[in-house]
C-alpha cells in the first residue's frame, strides 16, 4: 500500500477520450415511460369524452403521432442532459483545492508534494491527507478560482491520516462542499484530484469495499477505508471521493501497489468523511 505522493519528472500521455454515455440509465427510463404512459392516458380521456358530442375526437392514428412526437421529445431532452459524472464534476469544483508541501521555506529547493483537498466549511477549512503535508515547512493552497494562500495546519489526525489546514485568505466567494454517507458496494463514486500534476482530474468507479485495513506510512494502521476502484496516482491524495450526487464521502488516502511503484493498478482507499471530518475537527457528517 503507497501513499499518493509526488510524481518524479516524466512523460505522462493524455488519457483516452471516454464515452459520451449516450445510453439512457434506469432513472432516465422510467422518467421515459411514465411521460409515455401520461400521454397515452390523456389522450384516452380526451377520446372517450368527446367521443359522443362536441369536435371530432382524435383517431387512433392522430393519437399515435401525438404520443410519438411527445415521447420523441422527451428522449431527446433526456439525452441532451449533462452525464452524471458531468453534473458531479460541476458540482464539486469549486470546493477542490491544489495543496503544496515544501520542505523548506523558500520559493526555490527542497521538495515539494503535491495533493488535492477540500473546503469543508464556510471559514475555509480544507480537509486533506496528513501524509501530503507531513514534515512540510510551508504549504500553499491554490483554489478553483485561482486565489493562492499560505496555510496552517489547524489539526490533524494520524490514525485516520488527515490534516486540516487553514489558508491565511481565501477566495472572494467559499463554497464549501457537501458532505455525504459512503453508500455501499457496487455505487458509483468518483475521485478527483491532481494525479502525475493533472489538474483537476475526474476518475470514475465503484465502490469495491468497505471496512478495510491497511498499513500506511510509519506502520501506521489504517481502519474502516473505502475501497474503491476510479484511478487515483500521485497527486489524488487528500482530493475528495464523491457519491453519484456529487457529496464528498472520503478523502483519497492510498493506493495498493504490490510492485511498490506508486501508481495505480485498479484499488484505491479513502478515509470515510465521518471520521475524516469529526476526528479532525471539521464538521462530520
Known amino acids: 500500500m503507497n501513499p499518493l505522493g509526488t510524481p518524479s519528472q516524466e512523460t505522462v500521455t493524455a488519457p483516452p477520450e471516454q464515452p459520451s454515455g449516450g445510453r439512457l440509465g434506469p432513472r432516465r427510463r422510467i422518467v421515459l415511460a411514465v411521460t409515455l404512459v401520461l400521454v397515452v392516458a390523456l389522450l384516452g380521456v380526451a377520446y372517450l369524452t368527446t367521443r359522443d358530442s362536441g369536435p371530432a375526437a382524435p383517431t387512433r392514428v392522430e393519437v399515435a403521432t401525438i404520443a410519438g412526437t411527445v415521447t420523441k421529445q422527451a428522449i431527446d431532452e433526456l439525452n441532451s442532459a449533462p452525464a452524471r459524472s458531468a453534473q458531479v464534476y460541476r458540482a464539486i469544483l469549486p470546493s477542490l483545492v491544489e495543496v503544496q508541501a515544501s520542505t523548506t521555506r523558500a520559493a526555490k529547493g527542497g521538495e515539494t508534494d503535491l ?106 494502521e489504517l481502519k474502516g477505508l473505502i475501497q474503491f476502484d476510479a484511478a487515483v496516482n500521485p497527486g489524488s491524495s487528500g482530493g475528495p471521493l464523491l457519491n453519484r450526487n456529487g457529496q464528498v464521502i472520503g478523502i483519497v488516502t492510498a493506493l495498493a501497489n504490490p510492485q511498490r511503484d506508486g501508481y495505480f493498478i485498479g484499488i484505491g482507499f479513502a478515509v470515510p468523511i465521518g471520521a475524516a471530518g469529526g476526528a479532525a475537527g471539521a464538521p462530520p457528517k
Open 115 to 220: 495533493g488535492a483537498g477540500v473546503v469543508v466549511n464556510a471559514q475555509g477549512a480544507i480537509l486533506t491527507a496528513l501524509h501530503v503535508i507531513e514534515g512540510a515547512r510551508r504549504v500553499q493552497v491554490t483554489f478553483a478560482d485561482g486565489t493562492r494562500s499560505f496555510a496552517s495546519v489547524a489539526s490533524t489526525d494520524p490514525e485516520h491520516d488527515i490534516a486540516v489546514l487553514l489558508p491565511e485568505r481565501g477566495p472572494e466567494v467559499i463554497v464549501p462542499a457537501t458532505l455525504g454517507s459512503p453508500g455501499q458496494v457496487g455505487d458509483d463514486t468518483y475521485a478527483v484530484g491532481h494525479p502525475l500534476g493533472l489538474h483537476g482530474t475526474l476518475t470514475a468507479g465503484v465502490i469495491s469495499g468497505l471496512e478495510r485495513r491497511l498499513k500506511g506510512r510509519n506502520g501506521r
